[in-house]
Nanobody
């Protein structure tokens, strides 16, 4: 069993930065690709970023490419999302997720989800 707990959300002005963290419990963390998704009010949840189990491969949604950076520390069982140059359109609840493969992760077929952390970007 894997449990995911996000933290680091908050209110920030446009152009600012936030760093989200996802603490993971469970013995098999190191074997899972991990990712971040977000859901804006009134919209469907969407893919933001993913990282392979080794950290060697990363993928990003076009809307965040060049602004967000996903990383992981397998020794600490943690995944991070560094968000820079934030825009009001980045507002939403951000979820950490784990999946068996990068392909499944990218399309939201995840085995485990966190509860989410709110990110609000003011203009």
């Amino acid at each position: 069993q894997v449990q995911l707990v996000e933290s680091g959300g908050g209110l920030v002005q446009a152009g600012g930065s936030l760093r989200l963290s996802c603490a993971v419990s469970g013995r098999t963390f190191n074997t899972y690709p991990m990712g971040w998704f977000r859901q804006a009010p009134g919209k469907e949840r969407e893919f933001v970023a993913a990282i392979s189990w080794s950290g060697s491969n990363t993928e990003y949604a076009n809307s965040v490419k060049g602004r967000f950076i996903i990383s992981r520390d397998n020794a600490k069982k943690a995944v991070y999302l560094q968000m820079n140059s934030l825009e009001p359109e980045d507002t939403g609840v951000y979820y950490c997720a784990a999946s068996g493969t990068m392909d499944r992760l990218r399309i939201g077929l995840c085995d485990y989800w966190g509860q989410g952390t709110q990110v609000t970007v003011s203009s």
